[in-house]
């Protein structure tokens, strides 16, 4: 039997507090993203923000042509936009925040040999390989349920 001791997570008055995004986006709140993706206190709030600001590029960067055909029809955000809701938020929202919040947990597993580089950390790792795709894959759907896009891509060989 082993026992493990982790950190504790840090409180949103510690260092976990919002991340302004661009206006148009939601803002992110990192207390959120550490609770709905299971991060213990291990991922350091340095390290949970730098991957989240990574995740909200990247989203931002592959949502921007449709955010400016947006815009072009008097959208003033995301929010903004006529849609459907579940618990008093938009689709939109709902599947904006998820991809910020799969992509970012990805980056963080993908740097987990950093973290632990002995054997039974490699072992994990390598355990954790499928969970990054999945996380992809998940981020990659919600964006495509905002552009109204197929989630299916087929390419011949």
């Keep these: 039997m082993s026992f493990q001791v982790t950190a504790t997570v840090p409180t949103a008055e510690e260092t976990e507090a919002n991340i302004t995004n661009d206006g148009w986006f ?10 709905l993706t299971r991060l213990d206190g291990t991922i350091t709030s340095a390290r949970l923000r730098e991957s989240t600001i ?3 590029l990247t989203v931002n960067s592959e949502l921007d042509a449709w955010k400016q055909t947006q815009l072009a029809a008097g959208n003033a955000s995301l929010a903004a936009i006529e849609s459907l809701s579940i618990d008093g938020i938009s689709y939109n929202i709902h599947r904006y925040l998820r991809a910020v919040y799969c992509l970012s947990k990805a980056s963080i597993i993908e740097r ?22 999945d996380l992809q894959r998940d981020a990659r759907w919600a964006i495509n349920d905002i ?3 197929s989630r299916s891509t087929i390419e011949l060989i």
């Design 26 to 35: 939601p803002d992110i709140n990192l207390t959120t993203i550490r609770d």
């Design 54 to 56: 990574s995740a909200i």
């Design 112 to 133: 987990y040999r950093d973290y632990d580089s002995s054997n039974d950390g490699n072992k994990r790792a390598d355990e954790l390989e499928p969970t990054v795709g």
């Design 147 to 149: 552009l109204h896009l």
